[in-house]
């Protein structure tokens, strides 16, 4: 049992960076890969970056994303934000070691909403 909690994300200018969050409680936080997917209206989630549970960074052309299990957190940094990055970020875990399909992850965050304005 996995919670994971956001915090970060809101309103950026374009060419801005900003950094995400997320926090994790409960059991077997480190055995976990733990990942970050987007949505935008109108579109399916968007798998973005992952990371394995002995990881440390992970990255994906703009977004970079670290591993801190000291601390249970992961994060997002997002570097030269574009408009076309807009849209809802959530942080997930899975017990899978491969693969960026939503269904592999079974525990998500509550999501935030990053907007990049022009």
């Known amino acids: 049992q996995v919670q994971l909690v956001q915090s970060g994300g809101g309103l950026v200018q374009a060419g801005g960076s900003l950094r995400l969050s997320c926090e994790a409680s409960?059991?077997?936080?480190?055995?976990?890969?733990m990942g970050w997917f987007r949505q935008a209206p109108g579109k399916e989630r968007e798998f973005l970056v992952d990371?394995?549970?002995s990881g440390i960074r992970s990255v994906k052309g703009r977004f970079t994303m670290s591993r801190d299990n000291a601390k249970n957190m992961v994060y997002l940094e997002m570097n030269s934000l574009k408009p076309e990055d807009t849209a809802i970020y959530y942080c997930?875990?899975?017990?899978?070691?491969?693969?960026?399909?939503?269904?592999?992850?079974?525990?998500w965050g509550q999501g935030t909403q990053v907007t990049v304005s022009s």
């Open positions: 997930a875990s899975s017990p899978a070691a491969l693969g960026g399909s939503p269904s592999q992850f079974d525990y």
């Open positions: 409960g059991r077997s936080f480190n055995t976990y890969r």
């Open positions: 990371i394995t549970w």
